[in-house]
Antibody, heavy 121, light 110 residues
């Protein structure tokens, strides 16, 4: 079964750090670009970051640029999001998603169940 | 404020048809494919429509997407209670160099 499972969320104080993980299974992880998308409580979806298949190129939303780092370990089939200098406005459910440039013309066809990050003192 | 504009909510009776609009600009919808996602309450988003009007495998043909110029639309026919969800449009923005989502539309089946 094709699956993405996030972990690593939790409660962190403002200014703190957290690392999210997204474990992939059921497909050739190293062949796909991957993304993080977040959703603040009661709000809509917001794209956060993207990494290409071999990890050599990344991009970020302006709101997290310089604070978050996306990375991947293709040997471990795992995507990461290192979140530093966290702010209250980073509080959200964080989803990892697979971009399918083949069958689905770059749409995000597989999503994880999400992991909640709460930034509060 | 989202780059793509959707109505916050729509409602319609069972078995009827409803349409959800998504308005953008030449740098996003006008130049790139639009995808639609369905998010059931408490669940992760699910790909509903890709490349403007294509249905992924397993998605009911009661869902249909269309695009004209800088606007896109999602139509749902034969409404069922299980269609109650939030619906999001999304596309790439050439000027911002980011993926952009609409603010989401909450569908209520009366």
């Amino acid at each position: 079964e094709v699956q993405l499972v996030e972990s690593g969320g939790g409660l962190v104080q403002p200014g703190g750090s957290l690392r999210l993980s997204c474990a992939a299974s059921g497909f050739t992880f190293s062949s796909y670009w991957m993304h993080w998308v977040r959703q603040a409580p009661g709000k809509g979806l917001v794209w956060v970051s993207r990494i290409i298949s071999d990890g050599s190129s990344t991009s970020y939303a302006d709101s997290v640029k310089g604070r978050f780092i996306i990375s991947r370990d293709n040997a471990k089939n795992t995507l990461y999001l290192q979140m530093n200098s966290l702010r209250a406005e980073d509080t959200a459910v964080y989803y990892c998603a697979r971009e399918n440039s083949g069958t689905y013309y770059d749409a995000f066809d597989i999503w994880g169940q999400g992991t909640m990050v709460t930034v509060s003192s | 404020q989202s780059v793509l504009t959707q109505p916050p909510s729509v409602s319609e009776a069972p078995r009827q048809r409803v349409s959800i609009s998504c308005s953008g600009s030449s740098s996003n919808i006008g130049d790139n494919a639009v995808n639609w996602y369905q998010q059931l309450p408490g669940k992760a988003p699910k790909l509903l429509i890709y490349y403007d009007d294509q249905l992924p495998s397993g998605v009911s043909d009661r869902f249909a997407g269309s695009k004209s110029g800088t606007s896109a639309s999602l139509a749902i026919s034969g409404l069922q209670s299980e269609d109650e969800a939030d619906y999001y449009c999304a596309t790439w923005d050439d000027s911002l160099n980011v993926w952009v989502f609409g603010g989401g539309t909450k569908l209520t089946v009366l």
